[in-house]
């Protein structure tokens, strides 16, 4: 298995730019997580789904940002429009439930993407 | 979702020595994880220990949970060059997971 994929791993953008960021969690695993980290807050949750839906949102900063998944093998987390403030690593992580770990949630990271909104 | 705490926030020890790094959280947990950082890359799981388990060993890690006190420990015993990384600790309820700020490690050849 290729891992979790993520695209692009860098990218700049101007202020009011629509980024898109994508990710391709590994095959079989039934849970994504969006992270946002930062030097000054650390690793945050933002979002995170189960078997496609949409399950906790609650980390989401504001409106400019969502994030879908229209399949078991593909998401995306949209900002538009992006500020200086959103510049940041954002990870894509998945897991399966209790598989190898019964009752606990273990992830496989993404190699991130890097965002610089100038 | 970072309600852990970790310390120390860095630590710069020599090639060969044992590195330390401490974890406390808040709520009750089912089960304890720790994961490790290199420069630009995602994080990897290193080692998970259940909340009724007092040690664990994988390789040269060493994992130790105290749920009394609401802490973890992770050792790595004879460092080498190539453990120079940030640790995260992420304590675990249910599907979620809260992570400690991490710990910069530096091994000095």
């Known amino acids: 298995d290729a891992g979790v994929i993520q695209s692009p791993r860098h990218e700049v953008t101007e202020m009011g730019q629509e980024v898109t960021l994508r990710c391709k969690p590994i095959s079989g695993h039934d849970y994504l997580f969006w992270y946002r980290q930062t030097m000054m807050r650390g690793l945050e949750l933002l979002i995170y789904f189960n078997n496609n839906v949409p399950i906790d949102d609650s980390g989401m900063p504001e409106d400019r940002f969502s994030a879908k998944m229209p399949n078991a093998s593909f998401s995306t987390l949209k900002i538009q429009p992006s500020e200086p403030r959103d510049s940041a690593v954002y990870f894509c992580?998945?897991?399966?439930w209790g598989r190898g770990y019964s009752g606990a949630n273990v992830l496989t990271f993404g190699a991130g993407s890097r965002l610089t909104v100038l | 979702s970072q309600q852990g705490e970790e310390d120390p926030q860095a630590l710069s020890i020599q090639e060969g020595e044992n590195a330390t790094m401490n974890c406390s959280y808040k709520t009750s947990i089912n089960n304890l994880q720790w994961y490790r950082q290199n420069s630009g890359r995602g994080l990897v799981h290193l080692i998970l220990i259940r909340s009724n388990e007092r040690e664990k060993h994988s390789g040269r890690l060493r994992v130790t949970l105290d749920t009394s006190k609401k802490s973890s420990s992770l050792l790595i015993t004879a460092s080498r060059a190539a453990d120079t990384a940030s640790y995260f600790c992420a304590s675990g309820s249910n599907y979620q997971l809260i992570w400690g700020a991490g710990t910069k490690l530096i091994i000095k050849p």
């Open positions: 992580a998945s897991s399966t």
